[in-house]
């Protein structure tokens, strides 16, 4: 049964929080900023914000903005989600899915923009109802008590969840995990996907092909190549994740200056910008992430999706290309981005577009240019 849900931290928690950043014991440092991982300097100066001036009910007001709710997805575990519903009655029902270790407070400001386009340059017939759910083990949503609780069955979970509130025909969109997640979406439900758009593609070396490179720019493969070496470095995380999440989360789940650390230094090497992570996401932005995290205890579940999805190894296109019409918009900050025609191998990519700004975390970052993007892409559909 779906049930109303108010974000409320309790008072003790936050005390707790401040406590805790109180006494926090700093390691040293050497060499440059961030080569190493997060800088202390900056970390500390952030810590300090987050005890001294970060307002975590005027964002908690925020959050509460929209309408959330849970449901029980399984005795015992209950699912926690975003449901806003457009003024406009024929509006199209989008599912977005967040990934890591991002959460339902990227969309806070793409939300508006896709339920009430007319009050943000666009048109009424373009909007949608927005369904954003927390990932199991992420935030409001109790984590799986079992093993084997992969991105396959997040999937059927948001399948479950749509049938529930009665859309027997939807769009979905997603990045990081909500691309794979939103992908299984679609593999899973074909009658019920219309269109699949994503900012995430882990289109490989299609080693079949007697010349790999065929069809592909020169522009693409010196994109390719400066992606590729920007991932060597910052991918160290999706190891340790995916082999001893448990081992992690002891410290991250006891420090908050230790969990700031962690996911920090993601959005430093996943954002776009120019060396001031505040000019792509804000500090209060960044913080009230960071809160989600802290106040539900969900950073060991929420690293345990690696370790499942690495072992269960359920395999997306073992059945082939995905059919459902798919669009892409590549930010130029991305993790990674493969030419068209090796997407084209695994999707049936009928809309691709190449975006002037932006990075990894693209409803956060470049809320306007993602809803364009959506509204371009799913207009199709409706």
């Not at 926090?24 to 440092?29: A, F, G, L, Y």
């Not at 914000?49 to 959330?68: G, I, M, P, S, V």
């Not at 899973?188 to 080693?207: D, M, N, R, W």
Request: proline share 6%; aromatic share 12%; charged share 20%.
């Amino acid at each position: 049964m779906i049930q109303p849900y108010t974000i409320q931290v309790s008072e003790e928690a936050l005390a707790d929080l401040n406590r805790r950043l109180q006494q926090t014991r700093w390691p040293d440092e050497v060499g440059q900023d961030w080569r190493y991982g997060t800088d202390l300097t900056y970390l500390k100066d952030i810590c300090d914000y987050w005890l001294n001036t970060f307002d975590w009910r005027a964002q908690e007001q925020k959050l509460n903005q929209f309408d959330h709710f849970k449901t029980e997805m399984e005795p015992g575990r209950q699912l926690h989600f975003i449901h806003s519903r457009s003024s406009n009655p024929d509006a199209l029902p989008l599912l977005m899915t967040h990934g890591w270790p991002g959460s339902i407070a990227e969309f806070s400001e793409i939300i508006p923009i896709l339920t009430e386009p007319q009050e943000h340059g666009g048109q009424r017939e373009d909007a949608f109802h927005v369904i954003c759910p927390s990932i199991p083990g992420y935030g409001f949503s109790d984590a799986p008590t079992e093993p084997g609780f992969d991105q396959k069955q997040v999937a059927l979970g948001h399948i479950n969840l749509m049938e529930q509130l009665g859309y027997e025909k939807y769009v979905v969109q997603g990045g990081d995990w909500g691309s794979a997640i939103s992908s299984w979406t679609a593999r899973l439900a074909p009658e019920q996907v219309l269109g699949l758009h994503l900012t995430l593609i882990f289109a490989g070396f299609p080693k079949h092909k007697s010349d790999p490179f065929e069809g592909v720019t020169d522009q693409e493969k010196m994109l390719l190549e400066s992606r590729q070496q920007h991932m060597v470095d910052g991918t160290g995380y999706q190891a340790i994740q995916g082999s001893k999440p448990q081992t992690l989360g002891y410290g991250l789940n006891d420090s908050p200056a230790g969990l700031a650390g962690w996911i920090i230094e993601k959005f430093h090497g996943w954002c776009q910008h120019d060396g001031n992570l505040e000019l792509a996401v804000s500090r209060d932005e960044l913080l009230t992430n960071i809160m989600i995290y802290w106040i539900t205890q969900t950073i060991t579940s929420s690293s345990r999706l690696y370790f499942e999805s690495a072992h269960v190894q359920n395999n997306l296109f073992e059945h082939g290309r995905i059919a459902t019409p798919t669009g892409c918009a590549m930010f130029p900050g991305e993790l990674y981005q493969p030419p068209r025609v090796w997407a084209d191998e695994l999707y049936n990519i009928v809309h691709w577009t190449i975006q002037p700004r932006g990075g990894h975390f693209a409803a956060l970052e470049q809320p306007a240019l993602l809803a364009e993007d959506l509204r371009l892409f799913f207009r199709r559909f409706r």
